[in-house]
C-alpha cells in the first residue's frame, strides 16, 4: 500500500513539473511573440501582402459607397475578399479617421482583438471539454505561443477574423450538444457565424460544411435546416446590399 501511494506521489509531482515547464516556457515565447507583434503594428510598411491595398480599397469603398469596381476602369485594383471585412474596414475608418496611417493600424488592432478572441475560445472549448482550470489555461497560451502567430496576429487580412468566426460558429453549434426543437439559438448562431466567416473570406466554408455534414448524419433536420437559413442570411443580405 505504501509503495502505491509513493508512485502516485511521484507521478502526481512529475505531473506537475511537466505542467510548469509547459507554463513557463509557453508564457515565454508567447512574451517574446508578443514583442514581435508590437514592432509590426508599429511598421509603416507592409507587414504581409496585400495590407496597404486593403486598407486603400476601404479608404475608395468609404469616399464611392462602391467596394467592387470595374476591373477595367482606374485604379485598376481589384478587391479580392468578402465584402464583410472590406465593411469592417470602412466602419474601422470612421473610427480611426479616413487617413491610411490611422486605418492601417485601426485594420491591425482588429486583427489582433481576433486573435486573442481565438485564445478565448480556446481556454472556453478545453473546459467544456472538462479539463480543469491549470491544463485548460495551457490551450490559448500554446496558440500565443507559437512561433508564426506574430505573422497572424497584426496583418491587415482577413484570415484571423475568418477563422475566429468559424471557431465560434463551431463553438456555438456544439454548445447544447443534440439540438433540439426547444433550443434553437445554437444552430442559428452558428449559422450566423458560419455565413459571417464566408463573407469576411470566401474560403472559409470548412466551418460551415463540417457542421452541415455533422447534422445531417445526425440527422438533426430542424436544426439543419435553422443552421442552413441563417447561414445564407448573411450573404444574402450583404450580397442584396450590394447588387
Given at each position: 500500500?505504501?509503495?502505491?501511494?509513493?508512485?502516485?506521489?511521484?507521478?502526481?509531482?512529475?505531473?506537475?513539473?511537466?505542467?510548469?515547464?509547459?507554463?513557463?516556457?509557453s508564457?515565454?515565447?508567447?512574451?517574446?511573440?508578443?514583442?514581435q507583434?508590437?514592432?509590426?503594428?508599429?511598421?509603416?510598411?507592409?507587414?504581409?501582402t496585400?495590407?496597404?491595398?486593403?486598407?486603400?480599397?476601404?479608404?475608395?469603398?468609404?469616399?464611392?459607397?462602391?467596394?467592387?469596381?470595374?476591373?477595367?476602369?482606374?485604379p485598376?485594383?481589384?478587391?479580392v475578399?468578402?465584402p464583410?471585412?472590406?465593411?469592417?474596414?470602412v466602419?474601422?475608418?470612421?473610427?480611426?479617421?479616413a487617413?491610411?496611417?490611422?486605418l492601417?493600424?485601426a485594420?491591425r488592432?482588429?486583427?489582433?482583438?481576433?486573435?486573442?478572441?481565438?485564445?478565448?475560445?480556446?481556454?472556453?472549448?478545453?473546459?467544456?471539454?472538462?479539463?480543469?482550470?491549470?491544463?485548460?489555461?495551457?490551450?490559448?497560451?500554446?496558440a500565443?505561443?507559437?512561433?508564426?502567430?506574430?505573422?497572424?496576429?497584426?496583418?491587415?487580412?482577413?484570415?484571423?477574423?475568418?477563422?475566429?468566426?468559424s471557431?465560434?460558429?463551431?463553438?456555438?453549434a456544439?454548445?447544447?450538444?443534440?439540438?433540439?426543437?426547444?433550443r434553437?439559438?445554437a444552430?442559428?448562431?452558428?449559422?450566423?457565424?458560419?455565413?459571417a466567416?464566408v463573407?469576411?473570406?470566401q474560403?472559409?466554408?470548412?466551418a460551415?460544411?463540417?457542421?452541415?455534414?455533422?447534422?445531417?448524419l445526425?440527422?438533426w433536420?430542424?436544426?439543419?435546416?435553422?443552421?442552413a437559413?441563417?447561414?445564407a442570411?448573411?450573404?444574402?443580405s450583404l450580397?442584396?446590399?450590394l447588387?
Amino acid at each position: 500500500r505504501r509503495a502505491g501511494r509513493d508512485a502516485a506521489v511521484a507521478a502526481l509531482l512529475s505531473f506537475r513539473c511537466l505542467w510548469l515547464v509547459l507554463l513557463v516556457t509557453s508564457v515565454a515565447a508567447a512574451a517574446m511573440c508578443w514583442r514581435q507583434t508590437q514592432a509590426r503594428l508599429r511598421e509603416a510598411a507592409d507587414v504581409t501582402t496585400p495590407g496597404s491595398v486593403m486598407v486603400r480599397t476601404a479608404l475608395w469603398a468609404r469616399a464611392s459607397g462602391k467596394i467592387y469596381r470595374r476591373l477595367d476602369a482606374p485604379p485598376y485594383t481589384p478587391a479580392v475578399y468578402g465584402p464583410l471585412y472590406y465593411l469592417v474596414l470602412v466602419g474601422l475608418s470612421f473610427l480611426a479617421g479616413a487617413h491610411f496611417a490611422g486605418l492601417l493600424l485601426a485594420s491591425r488592432l482588429f486583427t489582433l482583438a481576433c486573435y486573442a478572441g481565438l485564445a478565448l475560445i480556446l481556454w472556453r472549448w478545453a473546459r467544456r471539454l472538462g479539463l480543469p482550470q491549470p491544463l485548460a489555461v495551457l490551450a490559448p497560451l500554446f496558440a500565443l505561443a507559437q512561433i508564426a502567430s506574430p505573422n497572424w496576429t497584426a496583418p491587415t487580412r482577413p484570415d484571423v477574423p475568418a477563422v475566429l468566426a468559424s471557431a465560434a460558429a463551431v463553438y456555438a453549434a456544439t454548445a447544447t450538444g443534440a439540438p433540439n426543437g426547444r433550443r434553437w439559438s445554437a444552430p442559428i448562431a452558428a449559422g450566423l457565424l458560419a455565413g459571417a466567416a464566408v463573407m469576411l473570406k470566401q474560403t472559409a466554408l470548412a466551418a460551415p460544411a463540417a457542421i452541415a455534414l455533422w447534422l445531417a448524419l445526425h440527422r438533426w433536420w430542424p436544426a439543419l435546416a435553422a443552421f442552413a437559413a441563417a447561414a445564407a442570411a448573411i450573404p444574402a443580405s450583404l450580397l442584396g446590399a450590394l447588387a
